[in-house]
């Protein structure tokens, strides 16, 4: 049986705002069932372990899928959910791939976590899936190859874009906007049109656009898998 971990945020916090952050329900909940239905074994994980934050947006109805309403009727998932372990506890020979769910949170910790940059790092030298939706394409900040270089540079990436970004307006709220880092690290990145599914792989990297994108996401490491 396929392992495979998933990376979720611990932040909650959306800058200085006052609002709520975390991870996105759907991120998580298309890819889980992918994988699930698939017969892969999956690992929940994050930087302080536990619960992760759920951003509350991410919960209105108005974006609610047959995903995220099996999984909120699921009480395995969020058993899952609820004891993720912490990432300094989980290492990256123990799985076949890695999956990272977004949602703004990863963009405070999961960017700058010296764990999750191993982890990133140790999956993609040893040729295993290394895959990111959203705004979690944003994890790889400070990722290098085995050569000193920006893990990206010179591959073909996708990640939330600078236009949905504005579009939720939190341009000017976000630590870093995805795409922009993905281009300074010499990423060719891509998009399709907002918020409709948008997925490059290049080697053993899959990237997704944005919540619509994070099932094919999943498709895409399966097939890697296979």
């Known amino acids: 049986m396929k392992k495979i971990l998933?990376?979720?945020?611990?932040?909650?916090?959306?800058?200085?705002t006052g609002a709520?952050?975390?991870?996105?329900?759907?991120?998580?909940?298309?890819?889980?069932?992918?994988?699930?239905?698939?017969?892969?074994?999956?690992?929940?994980?994050?930087?302080?372990?536990g619960q992760p934050p759920l951003d509350p947006k991410?919960?209105?109805e108005a974006f609610q899928t047959d995903a995220t309403r099996r999984f909120k009727a699921d009480?395995?998932?969020?058993?899952?959910?609820?004891?993720?372990v912490k990432l300094a506890d989980v290492a990256a020979?123990?799985?076949?791939a890695v999956f990272y769910p977004g949602g703004h949170g990863p963009l405070w910790d999961l960017a700058e976590d010296p764990r999750s940059i191993a982890l990133i790092e140790q999956f993609f030298a040893a040729?295993?899936?290394v895959s990111l939706v959203c705004h979690a394409p944003g994890a790889l900040r400070?990722?290098?190859?085995?050569?000193?270089?920006?893990?990206?540079?010179?591959?073909r990436v996708t990640g939330f874009s600078n236009t949905e970004e504005d579009a939720v307006q939190l341009s000017d709220i976000v630590p870093f906007l995805v795409e922009d880092m993905l281009k300074a690290n010499g990423g060719q990145y891509e998009k399709g049109a907002d918020w409709l599914p948008f997925v490059i792989t290049?080697?053993?990297?899959?990237?997704?656009?944005?919540?619509?994108?994070?099932?094919?996401?999943?498709?895409?490491?399966?097939?890697?898998?296979a």
């Open 75 to 84: 009480p395995a998932a969020l058993a899952d959910l609820a004891t993720t």
């Open 127 to 129: 040729g295993k899936p």
């Open 20 to 49: 709520k952050t975390g991870f996105w329900l759907e991120e998580l909940a298309a890819p889980y069932y992918a994988f699930r239905d698939a017969g892969v074994s999956l690992t929940l994980a994050s930087p302080a372990g």
């Open 202 to 225: 290049d080697g053993h990297l899959v990237t997704g656009q944005n919540p619509a994108s994070s099932e094919a996401v999943a498709h895409a490491v399966l097939d890697l898998l």
């Open 142 to 155: 400070h990722t290098r190859r085995p050569d000193g270089l920006p893990l990206v540079t010179g591959l």
């Open 58 to 60: 991410s919960d209105d």
């Open 93 to 96: 020979e123990d799985y076949d």
């Open 6 to 16: 998933v990376v979720l945020t611990s932040h909650d916090t959306l800058g200085d």
